[in-house]
């Protein structure tokens, strides 16, 4: 750009630079359209770059090659703090979404249940746990089944009931 000669060692003149580092910023912003497409379907947004361009080329030009090194560092490790945080927020938002999903799928939490089941089965028996004592493995995993047959035995002593609701009839077993 602006630090390097051309190959016959001409200097650019000001307009040379000016029209080099729209061209630039156009592609750059614009996903590699260049500023003469720009300006056939935007003219507005074509001025917005020339005039960028003109306000940053006498800092650009004045600036020694290492601080202009030193200043793209810096934007660069900003923008890579700032991708950061944009792409954790978004994993926030999408882990929210799919336990939503999950919830409506799923009212009652009956896969969950289902996978902490499988889970405490394959540590019980398989033992790929990593963990170097089967006594707590064993533990949590009997404790864990206790818990799902409770609420599975809820879940059956509630079943004839919202089937009375359901049918307006009594059933066999509420006799």
């Known amino acids: 750009m602006t630090d390097q000669p051309p190959a016959d060692n001409a200097e650019p003149t000001r307009e040379q630079r000016l029209a080099e580092l729209a061209e630039k910023l156009c592609r750059s912003y614009t996903y590699g359209v260049g500023l003469e497409e720009l300006e056939l379907t935007d003219p507005e947004a074509a001025a917005a770059h020339r005039d960028a361009a003109e306000s940053l080329l ?44 999950r919830t409506e799928r799923d009212p009652d939490g009956l896969r969950q249940r289902i996978r902490d089941l499988e889970q405490a089965w394959d540590e019980l028996w398989v033992g790929h746990t990593g963990r170097r004592d089967m006594r707590d493995v064993t533990r949590q995993a009997h404790e864990r089944a206790i818990a799902a047959e409770r609420q599975v035995a809820e879940l059956q002593a509630e079943q004839p009931r919202t089937a009375e609701k359901a049918d307006g009839q009594c059933s066999a077993d509420s006799l």
Not at 61 to 85: I, M, S, V
């Open 58 to 101: 006498s800092s650009i030009q004045e600036a020694p090659r290492e601080d202009r090194r030193a200043a793209f560092h810096r934007g660069y490790a900003k923008g890579k703090e700032n991708q950061a945080k944009h792409t954790a927020s978004d994993m926030k938002r999408m882990e929210a979404e799919l336990a939503e999903l």
